[in-house]
């Protein structure tokens, strides 16, 4: 097990550095009290990340094969994202929710894929401005709902 860790460093330190970054989002979400939190950030960055592996092993491995492109499995993460990004979307009476849940889920898919081709800065620098937008934006935008709610609640009283 030691000689596997040894010989395929670079892959684990794609994995885990997937999976940290995954886990950055996740804890926003979780401390937002989000559907999707930390494990499932985590999963699905480590999990895109995986697959981008796999993609560039099986492209050294065929790379004698015209025809062969296994970038095709890269970019069916993305397909694969919009399942979980679309089963977190709900219809609660007359607003969405969910929506920033699925959009996270689906940066933090291309934030492990950045990772699992080894462009850790790409990746890092992608986490930072997810989590940006994430809270700063959110705290920004705490004013504005409830000037929103209060003109939500004069109309009610006019009608």
Same mark, same amino acid.
């Given at each position: 097990? $030691?000689?596997?860790?040894?010989?395929?460093?670079?892959?684990?330190?794609?994995?885990?550095?997937?999976?940290?970054?995954?886990? %950055?989002?996740? +804890? $926003?979400?979780?401390?937002? &009290?989000?559907?999707?939190?930390?494990?499932?950030?985590?999963? @699905?960055? @480590?999990?895109?990340? %995986?697959?981008?592996?796999?993609?560039?092993?099986?492209?050294?491995?065929?790379?004698?094969?015209?025809?062969?492109?296994?970038?095709?499995?890269?970019?069916?993460?993305?397909?694969?994202?919009?399942?979980? !990004?679309?089963?977190?979307?709900?219809? $609660? !009476?007359? &607003?969405?929710?969910?929506? =920033? =849940? *699925? !959009?996270?889920?689906?940066?933090?898919?291309?934030?492990?894929?950045?990772?699992?081709?080894?462009?850790?800065?790409?990746? =890092?620098?992608? +986490? @930072? %401005?997810?989590?940006?937008?994430?809270?700063?934006?959110?705290?920004?935008?705490?004013?504005?709902?409830?000037?929103? $709610?209060?003109?939500? +609640? *004069?109309?009610? +009283?006019?009608?």
């Amino acid at each position: 097990m $030691e000689q596997f860790f040894i010989q395929n460093g670079d892959i684990v330190l794609r994995l885990v550095i997937a999976m940290f970054l995954g886990m %950055l989002v996740g +804890t $926003e979400r979780f401390l937002a &009290r989000k559907e999707a939190g930390v494990r499932t950030h985590a999963l @699905v960055s @480590v999990g895109s990340a %995986l697959f981008v592996i796999i993609s560039e092993i099986v492209m050294q491995n065929y790379a004698n094969m015209g025809a062969f492109d296994p970038m095709r499995m890269a970019s069916q993460i993305v397909v694969g994202i919009g399942f979980l !990004g679309a089963g977190s979307i709900i219809l $609660e !009476g007359s &607003r969405l929710k969910g929506l =920033t =849940t *699925a !959009g996270g889920l689906w940066v933090t898919a291309g934030i492990g894929m950045a990772a699992g081709f080894g462009l850790f800065g790409l990746a =890092t620098i992608s +986490t @930072v %401005l997810v989590l940006l937008i994430l809270i700063f934006v959110y705290i920004l935008e705490k004013p504005l709902l409830k000037i929103s $709610e209060k003109n939500d +609640t *004069a109309e009610k +009283t006019d009608n």
